[in-house]
């Protein structure tokens, strides 16, 4: 019976004996703790404990290649093991824990450290350099650092930090700030940060700023000649100029394809080159001719003949109408039969309306009635009353000769009216020009109203005569019923007719009469 019972006892202490030996050899879990980013010089503290262990435990700490770095013991059990080192360029890496105790080992997790250099000496440069490109280009800015690693980067357009979501048009990408094509708003001053983190640990180095200029095309040129006397001879004064463009640039002057003048300006868009000129002499064909580092354009052909006024003068008024056809305006103009540099003064009943000045305006207001355009060739009276009334005329001289003959027009009558203020367009004369004839809205549907009226009284009319002559057919059956129904209705038929009629045919009258003058 005793050995019945110690053979039923023996698997039990064969299982508690595998599973003393299998406790004894159950490996260690050693957890490593650390930073994975430093500053290099900082402090670097690795610590690396394996809980649960019988003392003494022995913690080696390996680095790549299994290079040992430290070994500590702890001899109380469950006590961290301290690794400190300071943070070099070496010493960036994996590392992992190796705790040993009783025969058992373990191994922890890596950490990946990685030593982070602060940025220093920072700069831009340019593609092109420097950084001078015209309008479409495409420039690129670097952000340069003598030494830093793990580095972000952010840039600054005069005074205000760049964003891809706020500036669309710039294109970040590592370093580098790219602008495809360069627009004259691009140009301005620009730096760079170049920046690292680590935990919440800002390090920064700003460079110095960069100015990148953005040059514009030059526009086609343009040419004019103003004329001034010399003694008894004269000068031309030619001018050349741009609209736009980046100086410095280089005008040239050109009679009959042949140089005869040229300056490089270097803050405008503008030259002056003198010229001799001959009153009734052709002295040839001029042409401006800008040159800049990439372009090269000409002017329009210009005369540099001088033709003295002369021919005949005459005044042509024309009279503006608002679209409900009442007076607006009237505009004068003075027709000169030649001369190249005309100057023309106004006279109202033989008064000067503006004092005989040379200022060569293209449009200059001069009184609350009047506007002068076109060099003076035009008077437009923009408030008509009868005040402006009266007789106009124009007389010319050459510009460039104020003691020279004058060359008068006849002058023409310009009556202003309340009731012409407020009537329809008048017939033209020979003079006198209407710009524009309107039929109004209420015309329009008094005409319409009219001819509705017309129709119907034609209809009724029709009606009511085919009633009175069946009446007048039946008068022996129903003699006084019909004269009692039939004749009351024709005569207030008749009567409603009549008036109708008498008040449709006046304002047909009215209407005929106003068409005839629109017409």
């Not at 022995?58 to 301290?82: C, F």
């Not at 891809?164 to 627009?183: E, Q």
């Not at 280089?250 to 010229?275: K, Q, R, Y």
């Not at 003079?431 to 329009?444: M, N, R």
């Amino acid at each position: 019976m005793k050995n019945l019972q110690t053979l039923n006892l023996l698997p039990i202490l064969a299982l508690t004996s595998l599973f003393v030996k299998i406790s004894g050899t159950t490996s260690l879990h050693p957890v490593l703790t650390g930073p994975e980013m430093v500053y290099l010089g900082s402090r670097v503290a690795f610590r690396c404990i394996a809980l649960n262990s019988s003392p003494p435990v022995t913690y080696d700490l390996i680095g790549d290649g299994g290079v040992l770095i430290a070994t500590y013991t702890d001899y109380e059990g469950d006590q961290l093991a301290p690794f400190f080192m300071k943070a070099s360029a070496t010493l960036e890496g994996s590392y992992h824990c190796k705790a040993t105790a009783g025969g058992r080992t373990g191994v922890s997790k890596t950490i990946k450290l990685s030593v982070v250099i602060p940025p220093s000496i920072t700069i831009v440069t340019s593609e092109p350099s420097p950084p001078v490109v015209y309008e479409g280009s495409r420039i690129v800015l670097s952000c340069n650092v003598k030494k830093g690693t793990h580095l972000f980067y952010t840039w600054v357009f005069n005074r205000k930090e760049l964003t891809s979501s706020t500036t669309p048009f710039f294109n970040f990408t590592g370093n580098k700030l790219v602008i495809g094509k360069v627009t004259p708003e691009h140009a301005g001053s620009y730096y760079c940060m170049a920046w690292s983190m680590v935990k919440d640990i800002r390090r920064f180095s700003s460079s110095t700023e960069v100015q990148v200029i953005v040059k514009v095309y030059a526009s086609k040129p343009y040419i004019s000649l103003s004329i001034f006397k010399e003694g008894a001879s004269y000068r031309g004064n030619v001018t050349c100029w741009s609209t736009r463009g980046s100086p410095p640039v280089n005008f040239s002057l050109l009679v009959d394809d042949i140089e005869v003048g040229s300056v490089t300006v270097p803050e405008s868009l503008a030259a002056w080159f003198s010229v001799s000129v001959v009153p009734e002499l052709d002295m040839g064909m001029a042409r401006c001719r800008v040159n800049t580092e990439v372009q090269e354009l000409m002017s329009e052909p210009m005369s540099l003949e001088l033709v003295p006024v002369g021919g005949d003068v005459k005044v042509e008024v024309q009279y503006l109408f608002s679209p409900y056809s009442l007076l607006a305006a009237a505009r004068l103009r003075c027709h000169i039969g030649r001369g190249t540099f005309p100057y023309v003064s106004w006279f109202l009943n033989d008064t000067v309306l503006l004092p005989e000045t040379h200022l060569d305006v293209i449009i200059h207001p001069i009184q609350p009635y009047y506007i002068l355009a076109d060099r003076r060739r035009t008077l437009i009276l923009i408030k008509l009353d009868p005040e402006v009334s009266g007789y106009y005329r124009c007389r010319v001289s050459n510009s460039y000769d104020v003691s020279g003959e004058w060359v008068e027009s006849a002058a023409v009558p310009v009556q202003i009216t309340d009731r012409i203020l407020n009537s329809m367009p008048p017939a033209t004369s020979p003079t006198e020009t209407p710009t524009s004839l309107h039929i109004s809205t209420t015309e329009v549907i008094s005409i319409a109203f009219c001819c509705f009226v017309l129709l119907m009284l034609a209809v009724g009319a029709a009606i009511v005569y085919k009633m009175f002559d069946r009446k007048q057919d039946h008068t022996n059956i129903t003699a006084a019923n019909s004269s009692s129904d039939a004749f009351p209705l024709f005569t207030s038929m008749s009567q409603l007719g009549g008036q109708q009629i008498d008040a449709s045919s006046t304002d047909c009258d009215d209407l005929n009469q106003t068409v005839e003058i629109t017409v």
